[in-house]
């Protein structure tokens, strides 16, 4: 629900189950292989969020992967996709009240991968950094890709299930991204 989430269909995008199923190997093999990076921000502050994208002392990524690059082609050439990630949270691990500090990920096409909804614990938002104790919006995920806004306060607090996702990730506000999508101008689908 705009402004915090904005749904696609995903016949209408291009995704398919059987993309779903390639991205959720690929983050599989990225955790067997021990490939998953603990997040540090800007700030360095550090949280329980793991991630696989570019790997830039091996030069290795997220992009390495033919899946990978089938999911940024569904973004029509115009839109500079400027990250690929597969993300990681472990059962019960958590990532405090934020706003993300890379302008890159100002809105984030968020792909669930596992478990299913309604075991895919919820992003939640809260209304201000000084108002962290209850969120004004808990965003119950469905089985659809998301754009979530990544510049107002948000959290995840994950369950018993191990949470994988697949984000591509953009300097677009989110407000432009629905309105791009909506005129046509996104998604190559």
């Given amino acids: 629900m705009y402004p915090y ?37 800007l700030g360095g502050y550090t949280n329980q969020l793991e991630y696989f994208g570019l790997q830039k002392h091996t030069g290795i990524g997220a992009d390495d992967f033919e899946i990978t690059q089938r999911m940024r082609s569904l973004i029509q ?21 934020h706003v993300d500090d890379h302008l890159e990920r100002s809105t984030c096409l968020t792909f669930p991968l596992a ?45 018993e299930h191990l949470r994988y996702s697949f984000q591509l990730c953009f300097r677009i506000p989110l407000k432009e991204f629905v309105e791009l999508h909506r005129r046509g101008e996104m998604f190559r689908g």
């Fill in 115 to 159: 478990p299913e909804p309604p075991d895919f614990a919820p992003t939640l938002y809260f209304k201000s950094m000084d108002d962290i104790v209850k969120p004004c919006y808990i965003e119950e995920w469905e089985n659809r890709p998301g754009a979530l806004n990544t510049r107002e306060v948000h959290a995840v607090f994950n369950n």
């Fill in 77 to 97: 050439p115009q839109h500079k996709v400027e990250a690929a990630i597969y993300v990681k949270f472990a059962p019960r691990a958590r990532i405090a009240p």
């Fill in 5 to 41: 989430v904005e749904y696609f269909d995903p016949e209408e995008i291009g995704y398919t189950d059987l993309m779903k199923q390639e991205l959720l190997g690929v983050a599989k093999q990225v955790d067997a292989e021990g490939r998953y990076r603990q997040y540090v921000s």
